[in-house]
């Protein structure tokens, strides 16, 4: 009797505990510099779940540099696995993250918690540039160095881009990582060609030529400017954000983390973000989720056919 009353109060106690996530604050780690579409989106979720739950809730950016979001996803994988680590990935955290070498993400330790976000991702010049469209870049680059700016070189938008040249007969004689991709990167003159986020090239839209646009639909700001898929259908890549956690995170963690991040992006705040920046902001289970992601490795999968790699 008195063994069964102490493994009762053992699990009435873990129970207890596990009812009361989330009792201390709450990190959520995007693993790159503030004011991009994930960094607005994660601060509106971590909004809401201080106001849901009564914690401290923090947006922390760990930028990698040319490491591109592997450095905060390891700080993520290394953290305990009981929901107050949070992460705030890309694509390339799960579909690239276990090829390159990182013992901490292979395999993959992660499990979606939602995606909620796919970004409106250009390819763009300068205005000043001797080409304002993609045919005119093919063209160019076909008799002339160029030089590519992009998050990381293993990352699916910088692998897409380095597909979309070779399959219209030119190749950039050069490419570099930065940590932010905006109006500054082209007006320095330091690359001929960025991929990044419409957000960050908008502050300066009419100083910039939107050569095509990353994804299976055109975005709503830039109607006129074709996508890779439509340059190349082989080249089916979606390019989104999600929340993650470790694989080993307890269900009522992932219940309230969902139930904080639904209701932001579901906000009016979130809408007019969206109607903004022509950003897609949704809700994706973890199943679907899960699913987009398996999809995604055979996307890239043909990626690395086309690149000989």
Same mark, same amino acid.
């Given at each position: ?9 053992? /699990?009435?106690? +873990? $129970? !207890?505990?596990?009812?009361? =996530? ?7 780690? &995007? #693993? ?41 996803? /390891?700080?993520? +994988? $290394? !953290?305990?696995?009981?929901? =107050? ?7 390339? &955290? #799960? ?61 699916? #938008? ?152």
């Amino acid at each position: 009797m008195k063994k069964f009353l102490a493994t009762a109060a053992f /699990v009435a106690s +873990a $129970t !207890a505990a596990l009812a009361e =996530y989330p009792e201390k604050p709450v990190t959520f780690v &995007v #693993p790159w510099p503030p004011g991009d579409l994930e960094d607005v989106l994660t601060r509106m979720i971590a909004d809401e779940f201080q106001a849901m739950y009564d914690v401290p809730a923090a947006v922390v950016n760990k930028p990698g540099g040319g490491g591109g979001p592997f450095p905060g996803a /390891v700080e993520v +994988a $290394t !953290a305990p696995a009981d929901g =107050y680590t949070i992460g705030s990935f890309v694509i390339g &955290v #799960p579909v690239i993250g276990p090829e390159i070498g990182i013992p901490e993400l292979n395999p993959n330790p992660f499990d979606p918690i939602g995606i909620f976000l796919t970004y409106p991702f250009v390819i763009a010049s300068s205005k000043d540039a001797p080409f304002s469209n993609w045919e005119e870049l093919a063209e160019h680059g076909k008799d002339n160095d160029l030089a590519l700016g992009h998050f990381g070189s293993v990352l699916p #938008p910088t692998q897409v881009t380095f597909a979309a040249a070779v399959s219209s007969g030119f190749d950039f004689a050069s490419e570099a990582a930065f940590d932010a991709l905006d109006c500054n990167t082209l007006a320095s003159g330091d690359v001929d060609v960025i991929n990044t986020t419409l957000q960050l090239v908008l502050p300066c839209l009419d100083d910039v030529n939107i050569l095509a646009s990353i994804g299976g639909e055109r975005i709503s700001l830039i109607p006129d400017t074709p996508t890779i898929v439509e340059l190349n259908p082989d080249l089916p890549l979606a390019l989104w954000n999600g929340l993650f956690v470790h694989k080993d995170t307890p269900p009522e963690a992932r219940e309230k983390i969902t139930a904080a991040a639904q209701k932001a992006v579901q906000s009016d705040k979130a809408k007019q973000l969206a109607e903004e920046t022509g950003a897609l902001i949704y809700w994706q289970d973890p199943d679907a989720s899960n699913a987009q992601i398996e999809q995604d490795k055979s996307s890239f999968a043909k990626i690395e056919e086309i690149l000989g790699e």
